[in-house]
Each structure stands twice: as structure tokens, then as C-alpha cells.
């Protein structure tokens, strides 16, 4: 039997509607392309929001999560897993309360995957609307001493682009390689944020490490995604394709741009057209 090709999404403002929610038409259309194809994730959110809107859809392959540093399969077992230390990640800290904001801290509590979410003591306007988000979520817990963890997965800053653009500077010139750094607009607030990941825990090192584990390559793979945190996946995949609400510099280096946009069923309708074109071959 032939390779079956592989497909990998973006679900923020790509496969997910701007609400937040998957429509029953994408949903028909990716459960009925994994028939013949694989399909997974590549996100900023966790395994358990991830598993949450995800969990009508069949799912068959590593998902690639917390933009990149951790890999994990769909009954959860750990793929890969790239940290910052706590060390490196107080260090951080240190440098952003040069520029007056705290940030949020995403790690693990064990290796069993249990998640923490560290809010800061002192909230601007945009974190305190990102903060609203996660009301009575389990895995948030109050950081008054501003401190990192042993396993931090990344640490985010929200806020306006004067603050977070110098910030950005200051910490690629202090911390050089050690550190990847990506700022972007935050399109649910109308802010920007500033995520600091290990230098390898990116989408783009963790599509190649799928790739390997699906011992395939990966120009066999085709992506879809919007933002900052897609375009180096962009760049290693075979195919990349942005829906049509996709921040310009990423259209730049597409090489598909859709014409529907993640309200618009984009990524299904792009996937129902695969079949289509197969059906008439």
C-alpha cells in the first residue's frame, strides 16, 4: 500500500472558527479524509485543551503542541520534550521586569504530562483578557513570587507592541542562542505576545521529529497555518498552505493561499477539494 499523505494544522484562527469551536462540516471532512490519509496538530495550546477541541476528530498521529516543545501521541505518550530550565527561565523573568511586565509560565508538574499554568502578580489589560479565558481552569495557579519552574515548556508575555518589541530585543541580545523568541499579534485581544521557547521547541524541529517517527520525510507533508509560530514549519514542509485571514508575511511564503478563511471552513474545504480531485482520477 502506498504512503498515505500526511496533513498537519494550525488550530488557532486555522482550523478552529475565531469562537474557538470546530464546525460539524470540518469535522465531517477530517474524519472522513483520515480514511486514507493522516492527519494531526500543530498548536500553541496544550495536550488538554488540544484533546478538547479535538475530541469528535480521529486523530492517528503525533500531536506537535505548546508550539513545538512537546510531541505527544493521542492516548499520550511522550514523543519529545524540549524545556527551559529554571535557571534560564528566572533569568528571563529577571530581564522583563526591566521593562515592568510579568509573564505567564507554562511547564509540567511530572512526566506523567500534568500541566501548570503560572499567572503573574501584577496584570496588564491584555492579561487580564487572556487570564478570562481560563477561569476555573484546574491547571492555573497564582505566581506571586514570579518564579520558574523546573520543566518550563515556554514563558509568554501579552501586552502592546512598545513594550514587547524592545523586550524582544533585550532578550535575543542577552541570551543569544540559548532561547527562541516570537512575537506576534494576539488576534483575540488586538495585543501582541512575546513566547520564549528552547531553541529547539519550535514547529518546525518538532514536524521534523514527526516525520522521523512516521519514518517519512518531510516533503510528504502538507501544513496549514496563520501565524509567526507557522512559518518556519512553513519553510521545512513540502506544502504549506495559509488560510486567507494568515498574516501577510506568512502568505508571502506560502505556497497555496486559500481562499476561505478559518470562519470559513478553509482547511476543510481545501481537504474536501484532495478528495474530489482523487475522485475524478
Not at 493521542?74 to 528566572?90: E, R, S, V, Y
Not at 506523567?112 to 489589560?125: A, G
Not at 519550535?202 to 496549514?224: C, I, N
Amino acid at each position: 500500500m502506498p504512503n498515505r499523505p500526511i496533513y498537519i494544522t494550525d488550530l488557532d484562527h486555522t482550523f478552529l472558527r475565531t469562537d474557538q469551536s470546530v464546525s460539524d462540516f470540518s469535522t465531517q471532512v477530517w474524519n472522513n479524509r483520515s480514511k486514507d490519509a493522516i492527519l494531526s496538530v500543530a498548536t500553541a495550546r496544550s495536550y488538554q485543551k488540544t484533546h478538547d477541541f479535538l475530541d469528535n476528530l480521529h486523530l492517528d498521529a503525533p500531536m506537535i503542541l505548546l508550539d513545538g516543545t512537546m510531541i505527544v501521541s493521542p492516548d499520550k505518550k511522550l514523543i519529545d520534550l524540549k524545556t527551559i530550565n529554571k535557571a534560564l527561565g528566572d533569568a528571563i523573568v529577571d530581564v522583563g521586569l526591566e521593562f515592568d511586565i510579568d509573564p505567564f509560565i507554562i511547564g509540567l508538574k511530572d512526566m506523567q504530562l500534568n500541566e501548570i499554568f503560572l499567572y503573574p502578580r501584577k496584570l496588564n489589560e491584555h492579561q487580564k483578557f487572556v487570564l478570562k479565558g481560563y477561569k476555573n481552569d484546574p491547571r492555573m495557579q497564582f505566581n506571586p513570587q514570579n518564579k520558574t519552574m523546573e520543566l518550563n515548556l515556554k514563558i509568554v508575555y501579552f501586552g502592546d507592541y512598545e513594550t514587547l518589541n524592545p523586550l524582544t530585543v533585550k532578550l535575543k541580545e542577552t541570551f543569544e542562542d540559548a532561547i527562541e523568541c516570537k512575537l506576534s499579534p494576539e488576534k483575540y485581544s488586538e495585543g501582541y505576545f512575546l513566547t520564549i521557547l528552547h531553541p529547539d521547541g519550535d514547529k518546525a524541529h518538532a514536524l521534523q521529529k514527526v516525520m522521523d517517527y512516521l519514518g517519512r520525510d518531510p516533503a510528504d507533508v502538507t501544513v496549514f497555518g496563520d501565524s509567526v509560530n507557522d512559518i518556519g514549519m512553513f519553510k521545512l514542509a513540502g506544502t504549506s498552505v495559509a488560510v486567507s485571514n494568515a498574516l501577510e508575511e506568512v502568505k508571502a511564503i506560502a505556497d497555496v493561499v486559500l481562499e476561505h478563511s478559518n470562519d470559513e471552513d478553509g482547511v476543510a474545504k481545501y481537504l474536501e477539494g484532495i478528495n474530489e480531485l482523487k475522485d475524478t482520477i
